[in-house]
């Protein structure tokens, strides 16, 4: 017999052991346990009836007077307010996440707007909110 012929066979009675052993190994899965008995229900306390007894309101309120409303103080910048229309136009159409970027930037720049804050004072704020996405020309 040759070197290889004898390689050859000693590898196949140790692939055949291997087999085997692994064979033997594997046993069958027990059965699961059996599952515990459905718990008791528990008996519902006896529970006092509750009283209700009506209690004294006191006084009626009187009428306030009317007072007049405020007029406001600020009115609505309106470059501002095309800047916010065109932020809210352009997220519409804008990729995540500048969508999300551009709808914060547009409700910033409406609050601002409602408040009559100047338009060049919101853009710096604008900017940093849109973090890298171009600002619409309405807002330049």
Same mark, same amino acid.
């Given at each position: 017999? @040759?070197?290889?012929?004898? *390689?050859? %066979? !000693?590898?196949?009675? %140790? ?6 052993? @692994? ?53 609505? @910048?309106?470059?501002?307010?095309? !800047? !916010? ?31 009559? %804050? ?5 853009? @710096?704020? *604008? ?7 171009? %600002?619409?020309?309405? !807002?330049?």
């Amino acid at each position: 017999m @040759s070197k290889a012929s004898v *390689i050859a %066979v !000693c590898r196949g009675a %140790v692939f055949a052991a291997a087999l085997g052993t @692994s064979m033997l190994g594997c046993r069958k899965d027990e059965p699961p346990p059996p599952l515990p008995a459905a718990p008791k229900p528990a008996e519902p306390a006896a529970v006092a009836p509750l009283e209700l007894k009506p209690e004294d309101a006191g006084k009626p309120a009187e009428p306030a007077a009317a007072t007049p409303p405020k007029a406001a103080t600020h009115k609505a @910048s309106g470059g501002l307010a095309a !800047c !916010c229309t065109a932020l809210r136009q352009n997220a519409a159409n804008a990729p995540e996440p500048t969508k999300g970027y551009m709808t914060t930037a547009a409700g910033v720049c409406d609050a601002a707007a409602k408040q009559g %804050v100047e338009k060049d004072a919101t853009l @710096s704020t *604008i900017r940093a909110m849109l973090k890298g996405a171009g %600002v619409p020309t309405d !807002c330049k």
